[in-house]
């Protein structure tokens, strides 16, 4: 019986410090039949280097940055596997992350994506706070991971249905429902992604036997704050993300109470004298408002292909879970 080849994709931008633990994992992964892809954005650091030299590795080199979203699009271009892998070049992966995830879907043709479990690097005993025990979103917008920072006490050990994956695809998918919106550039690209999934019917798994351990927002944060223009990268693709995807009925109130959020994060933000969170808040919707009619654009392309209704995916959408009390609490307190 033939194993289907797996295409892994390592997107890097600048990662130099992480790629010795990531890359090493990976090629010992127990799995038989992978092809690993360095997707380099215009490093800086040495890192195509790095990698020339200490790895047997296929290096795609893009001239620019190009995103989360652009590096994994790259990746796909050039698989060759019936399966991508993506991971962050912040990851390490234990030896047998990969078998599960392939054995699922090769045993259910329904299924698209598969997640593993996302432990954090430092404390392996802990979920990270990004993916966790699997991803859920609410109409609003708000991703829920399950799990996210508890200690891993076994209550998340059995397979289930989720919203999102970023672990591994169906190749065949992206030729169906398309590639990562380049546009999202880093945030939310993989929620986006799942809406039209699921709007074709497929399911996304959540496999606890897959084991992925994160250092937790190495990505996303320089000491304790937000990298600059990642705080705007969110707010602006989570409006993104729901104009392109709702429906007409359910997007008036999730941009009702999205923007009653953003308006009471921006009273706190200039409470606390954040400019670069205000700025960068006020700068995600106007991008939006200015570049509107690009984003409905492409909503009139996944409407047009869905074939589920929001009623059908309940089992994936969760009711509102956002942070409207959470902000109200903490300008009163």
Known sequence: MSVPLVSVIVVNYNGLTHLPTCLNSIQKTDYPSIEILFIDNASSDGSVQYVKKNFNVRIIQNNHNMGATGGYNTGIIHARGKYVAILNNDTKVSPGWLTP???????????????????????????DNVAAAGR?????????????????DGRYD???????????????????????????????????????????????IYMPSSEIYHKVSQTSRSENSFRPEFYF????????????????????????????????????WLYKKNRQ?????????????????MIWLKRK??????????????QVIL???GDLLKIIRKLFT
């Open 301 to 314: 392309v996944v409407q047009r292909v869905r074939m589920v209704s929001h009623k059908e995916l309940k």
């Open 233 to 268: 990268m969110i707010k602006r693709n989570r409006l993104q993300m729901l104009i392109k995807n709702l429906s007409v009925k359910r997007l008036i109130p999730a941009l009702t109470i999205t923007l009653l959020e953003y308006s009471l994060y921006l009273l706190y």
């Open 158 to 204: 059995k397979p289930v249905m989720v919203f999102a994956a970023l672990t591994l695809f169906r190749k065949s998918i992206f030729e169906e429902v398309g590639l990562f919106d380049e546009d999202f550039f880093y945030g939310y690209d993989e929620i986006d992604l799942a809406w039209r999934i699921n709007f074709r019917g497929y399911k996304v």
């Open 136 to 152: 859920y979103v609410d109409y609003a917008g708000t991703v829920y991971a399950r799990g996210a920072n508890e200690f891993d």
């Open 277 to 293: 969170n205000s700025v960068e808040l006020i700068s995600s919707v106007l991008w939006v408002v200015r570049n509107f009619r």
């Open 101 to 127: 995830l392939v054995e699922v879907m090769e045993a259910d043709k329904s299924i698209a994506a598969a997640d593993a479990k996302y432990l954090n690097f430092y404390d392996r005993g802990r979920f």
């Open 319 to 321: 009711p509102y879970r």
